[in-house]
């Protein structure tokens, strides 16, 4: 496959296949990303991450190697210093054909296999704790046949769920309408929780699984 495309911000276009393979896999994406136009010590990216301490350097000196990232800064510290990372370049475009895939459905189902199952994970965990196991297809009030597990409006310690998904109908308007309130849900969201230090965020913040799509279907 051939791309045709070309980034249109300023981004580092990627033209080594290992550094393609780095950004592209999603278990070795996950390590890089705390890195991303951002100084981070390996604790500091460990703790976004989720990961042991060992597993960072070792991922650290991988990217080290690969020239994703360099050292910005050393820290003296009594007996050590610790160093900070930050990637090479504030933004990366990856080709197509700098990535392992065969197909950009293989690239696309890789990258999408694990949150998908992340999102499986969290949502039949809720299903789990609220007893819920069955399946009803109904027909709603503006006469769409829609199938659902009837999942609750919140946790039982008072944490919202939303999970919804259909085929819909809409012409080119309705479509930019119900796509510009999706996106702005979406900006809000990522306004209130973004990506923050550990230390940073709210003793009562929760961990949620976010996912927004309007995608037309090929006639």
Do not use: W
């Not at 390590?31 to 070792?58: H, W």
């Not at 050590?80 to 197509?96: A, I, L, M």
């Amino acid at each position: 496959m051939t791309d045709t495309d070309s980034p249109s911000m300023n981004l580092h276009r990627v033209t080594d296949p290992r550094q393609a393979a780095l950004l592209t896999k999603p278990t070795s994406k996950q390590y890089f990303a705390p890195f991303l136009a951002q100084s981070r010590t390996v604790k500091d990216a460990a703790q976004i991450v989720g990961c042991e301490l060992n597993t960072m350097l070792y991922r650290v000196k991988v990217m080290l190697d690969a020239e994703l990232i360099e050292v910005v800064e050393r820290r003296p510290r009594a007996g050590r210093t610790v160093q900070v990372y930050r990637s090479v370049h504030d933004g990366y475009f990856v080709s197509f054909g700098t990535t392992p895939y065969a197909t950009l459905e293989d690239r696309v189902a890789a990258q999408g296999k694990p949150i998908f199952a992340r999102l499986t994970e969290a949502y039949c965990a809720m299903l789990h704790e609220h007893r819920h196991s069955g399946h009803a297809l109904m027909l709603n009030e503006h006469g769409a046949v829609y199938t659902t597990d009837l999942p609750p409006e919140a946790t039982p310690d008072g944490r919202p769920v939303l999970f919804r998904d259909m085929t819909v109908h809409l012409d080119v308007a309705q479509a930019q309408a119900v796509a510009a309130q999706l996106a702005q849900a979406f900006e809000q969201a990522q306004t209130f929780g973004g990506a923050k230090q550990v230390s940073e965020r709210s003793e009562q913040a929760s961990e949620y699984v976010l996912m927004v799509a309007l995608i037309p279907v090929q006639r």
